[in-house]
């Protein structure tokens, strides 16, 4: 028989079923559906007509701007969700948590799956690595990310519960990810990306899917849970 433990459905009331990862993919993709909704919304305000080289560095930089911010927020959601299904309370763990995962994951989402994306839909793709190339700016982010994390589980969320919290950091999180990898793959000339709006659409959705349920969800429950059945 299947053991019945409690979870925490995107930070939402407790249910009890047997856990599994495609629960936790079930219960991030309504987020990250809607996220990759509105950033093509929004990118569609923004992509220029002329794929003209001083605008399309202006795209990198922004590419940046929302890498860093999702960085951020990866690390601070990371962290809520560690401290909310551990039981030892492990300040190390924590840590870990906080920036090895947002770290991996958040140049998976933003750089790699992007640029692997770029090349099957026939664009010609640089891989950036942000963390060679601006390692100094990761670094500050990823500490701002895990002091407002800890912020976040000692005092907010013991105040407050932490649902909605929990909720709008997975929204917010889904969203930077999204911009920022659709602002990587404009940056390299893929100005014209609306006539393949459907296909971008799925390639988005599976660049932000995958890495933040593994970032935000996946990877800080079982660390916390540290091999318990």
């Given amino acids: 028989m299947k ?5 925490h459905c995107c930070g939402g009331s407790k249910l009890h079923k047997s856990h599994s990862l495609f629960d936790e993919f079930i219960c991030h993709f309504p987020f990250a559906v809607l ?3 509105l950033g093509l919304l929004l990118l569609s305000f923004f ?3 002329t794929a003209d080289p001083l605008v399309l560095r202006q795209f990198h930089r922004l590419f940046h701007s929302f890498h860093f911010m999702h960085i951020l927020f990866a690390s601070a959601g990371a962290i809520l969700m ?3 299904h551990s039981q030892r309370k492990s300040f190390i763990k924590g840590v870990i948590v906080g920036t090895v995962s ?3 994951f958040c140049m998976l989402s933003d750089t790699l799956m992007p640029y692997i994306g770029g090349k099957v839909l026939g664009v010609k ?3 950036h690595i942000c963390f060679v190339n601006e390692f100094s700016n990761i670094g500050l ?3 701002i990310g895990l002091v407002t994390g800890f912020v976040l589980r000692f005092h907010v969320d013991e105040k407050h519960g932490g649902s909605f919290l929990t909720r709008g950091l997975h929204f917010i999180d889904t969203l930077l990810s999204t911009m920022a990898s659709m602002f990587y793959l404009v940056s390299y000339g893929f100005i014209s990306w609306y006539h393949q709006m459907g296909v971008v659409f799925i390639v988005l959705i599976v660049a932000v899917v995958v890495p933040c349920t593994f970032s935000d969800l996946v990877v800080p429950y079982f660390i916390a849970r540290d091999g318990r059945k």
Avoid: C, G, N, W
């Fill in 102 to 104: 947002p770290a991996f």
């Fill in 82 to 84: 560690f401290f909310r």
């Fill in 3 to 7: 053991k019945e433990y409690e979870i």
């Fill in 35 to 37: 996220s990759v909704s």
């Fill in 141 to 143: 982010f990823l500490l």
């Fill in 125 to 127: 793709m640089h891989l």
């Fill in 47 to 49: 992509t220029p007509i």
